[in-house]
């Protein structure tokens, strides 16, 4: 079966979308017992406290999702700090997501924060206590100035650098989480269905992204995964192409690299088509080996493999087709509240997929002057193999 995609001039208008989001309720996220796997973790990391500053962590450990927020968690206890524009959404959504009666709850300007993070982090103990626990900061994410801040806030001469330490629980998504990021995938799909008549009608790279980021938040997205990537003729021999003036024309390579957000869960999927005609040449063993090189990926993903192992599989593919050399990006990523998040599948992946993780696998040939292809899919790993949430065909007829 062909891997390449022909776009039609024609208009799916009215016509029934077989990709649409079912309409049926969604399980509950509920983040109880979150925050004590982080507690448990605490000697892994060598602290006694963690201040997270992490947007999508502290999403993640209390159901908060506003933009302005610092949870700072203890042995025995957790604060949310946060402005006053957010007295009652935070309240509403740590009530919801079943941490109201573990996280405690501070809004007031920034010094009134910082305070009640101090408070609770020196709370119980005298000054040579205090300045003795291990107050660890995401190292990621704290500037060096925040840093220096929050050591002259917390008389805390053993701050510690720490690196995934909520993360790490972030990787194995519940039913909830994967229920989110399969209804996110669904409207991609029928959004990509709505519009893809398009781009046989000569429009911009631009136009082509805009019409399908409003598919999206019309099928019921809040926002993009992240920007969407329109890519045609030799602009599809660029990875990260940002969509522009370039008209589509029939023959072209077009990839198309995008994804929804739905309830702050994301998807991503790329396809590359061939506008209305099949690809030709070079191009047409390019889209064959490519298409391979997935298929095999995707296979490859199962309970106990290795992240390394699933690019190795892909890699071997293109490398043995001669394109070793085109292939110039890891092979996939986690997904989940970050559009990249752990496990990286990649020559440095050491990651051990388990089941609830979420990956992609992306493969990709890229050739300069001529264009490019790959193609993408988002896999939740199973007991016995993973599942697709990304379902658009890899295969239409002209």
């Known amino acids: 079966m062909s891997t390449s995609t022909s776009a039609t001039a024609s208009t799916n208008d009215g016509a029934a979308n077989p990709y649409a989001p079912a309409s ?128 002259e806030l917390l008389n805390a001469e053993r701050l510690v650098a720490t690196s995934n330490a909520v993360e790490a629980l972030r990787e194995r998504k519940d039913a909830a989480e994967i229920a989110r990021m399969e209804r996110a995938a669904a409207i991609a799909d029928a959004a990509l269905f709505e519009v893809l008549p398009l781009m046989g009608q000569g429009v911009t790279e631009e136009h082509f992204a805009l019409e399908l980021d409003t598919a999206m938040r019309r099928g019921g997205a809040e926002s993009t995964a992240f920007e969407t990537i329109v890519a045609s003729g030799e602009n599809s021999a660029k990875p990260h192409h940002h969509p522009g003036a370039r008209r589509i024309r029939v023959g072209d390579p077009v990839v198309v690299d995008f994804g929804a957000t739905f309830e702050g869960y994301r998807s991503d999927m790329t396809r590359t088509f061939c506008v209305g005609a099949d690809p030709e040449g070079e191009l047409a063993r390019v889209f064959e080996v490519v298409g391979s090189s997935q298929r095999a990926g995707v296979a490859a993903v199962r309970a106990g493999a290795t992240a390394k192992e699933v690019d190795d599989v892909c890699r071997q593919v293109i490398t043995e087709a001669g394109w070793g050399d085109r292939f110039e990006h890891g092979t996939g990523h986690g997904v989940g509240l970050d559009i990249h998040e752990a496990p990286t599948v990649s020559p440095l992946g050491t990651a051990i997929l388990a089941p609830g993780v979420v990956v992609t696998v992306e493969p990709g040939i890229y050739l300069p002057g001529v264009g490019g292809v790959r193609i993408e899919d988002t896999l939740v790993v199973t007991e016995d193999g993973s599942q697709p949430l990304t379902h658009f065909t890899k295969d239409v007829a002209a």
Do not use: C, M
């Open 24 to 151: 049926t309720p969604l399980p509950a996220i509920t983040v109880t017992g979150r925050l004590d796997r982080l507690r448990a973790a605490f000697d892994e990391h060598e602290i006694d406290a963690l201040v997270v500053t992490t947007l999508a962590n502290v999403r993640y450990l209390t159901g908060f999702s506003g933009s302005a927020g610092v949870l700072t968690v203890t042995r025995d206890a957790a604060l949310l700090t946060t402005d006053g524009r957010y007295r009652t959404q935070s309240a509403e959504q740590i009530d919801k997501a079943g941490a109201k009666a573990q996280v405690e709850i501070v809004i007031g300007p920034v010094s009134e924060q910082r305070k009640a993070a101090q408070a609770l982090l020196g709370a119980g103990t005298d000054a040579d206590a205090a300045a003795a626990l291990r107050i660890g900061l995401e190292a990621d994410n704290v500037s060096w100035s925040g840093q220096r801040t929050w050591a």
